[in-house]
C-alpha cells in the first residue's frame, strides 16, 4: 500500500529540470550536469589507477627476467610488435580442408593421376620444355679427329635432323623412303602449338595432383589427432607438407 501510494505521489509532484548554461557563458558550450561529471570522474581515476599499476611493474621489473612471448617479438620504431610467422596453410587448401572430406579429396586426386597417365601415354616427354637434357659423348683417339668431327657425318643424318631428340631418320631412309606425314610449315607450327599447350596441360595437372595429395594427408593428420594418445610433435606443417608427429606406442590386443 505504501509503495502505490508513493507511485502516486511521484505522479503529481512538481518536475525538477536542471537549468541550461546561462547567456553569458553559452561561449564556454554545454552546462555540465552531475551525471557528466560522474563519466569524466570515473574516467579519470580508472586511467589514474591504470598508470600507477604500470608504475609499480616497472619499478618492480626484474631486467634479467625471460617470457617466451619475447621469441616472437620484436622492437620496431619503439613498439613492440609480433613477428609474422609463415604461413603453413594457403587459403585453397584451407577453404577445401573445412569443405570437403578426405574421401572425396582422394577421389579427385586419383581422377587426376589417372588423367596425367594418359597425357604421358599420348605424350611421351620427348621434346618437353625444362626437362633435362640427355648427353651423347663421342670418344676419339688423336685430336685431329677432333677438330675434323662433324655430328651429321658422324650421325649419317642431315644437318637439319641434329638437334632432333626424335625420328631422327639416316641419308639412306631418306633416300630410300618418302617423308610421311605433315610438311607444310604453317601447319607443321599448328601442330608445336598444339602439342605444346598438352605439355602446359600436362604440367597443371601435375602440381593440382601434388597439392591434392598434400590437402588430404593433412586432413589426414588432423583425425589422427582427435585420438586421445600421447603424442609429440615432430615436425610442423608447411605448405607443401603436414605435420610429423610421433605417438606413444600402444599395445592392441
Known sequence: MAAAFRKAAKSRQREHRERSQPGFRKHLGL???????????DDYRKKQE????????????????????????KLQDGVHVIKETKEEVTPEQLKLMRTQDVKYIEMKRVAE???????????????IQGKQQNKHVFFFDTKKEVEQFDVATHLRTAPELVDRVFNRPTI?????????GVTQPTRLK???????????????????????????QKIQTRKDLLDKTQKVKVKKQTVNSPAIYKFQSRRKR
Do not use: G
Open 190 to 216: 599448328r601442330i608445336a602449338k598444339e602439342r605444346q599447350k598438352q605439355y602446359n596441360c600436362l604440367t597443371q595437372r601435375i602440381e593440382r595432383e601434388k597439392k591434392l595429395f598434400v590437402i588430404a
Open 113 to 127: 593421376a589417372k588423367k596425367i597417365e594418359r597425357l604421358k601415354s599420348e605424350l611421351h616427354l620427348l621434346d
Open 172 to 180: 639412306e631412309t631418306l633416300q630410300k623412303e618418302k617423308v610421311k
Open 50 to 73: 591504470y598508470l600507477r599499476a604500470l608504475r609499480k611493474k616497472a619499478l618492480e621489473k626484474n631486467p634479467d627476467e625471460f617470457y617466451y612471448k619475447m621469441t616472437r617479438v
Open 31 to 41: 552546462l555540465e550536469k552531475k551525471k557528466d561529471y560522474k563519466l569524466r570522474a
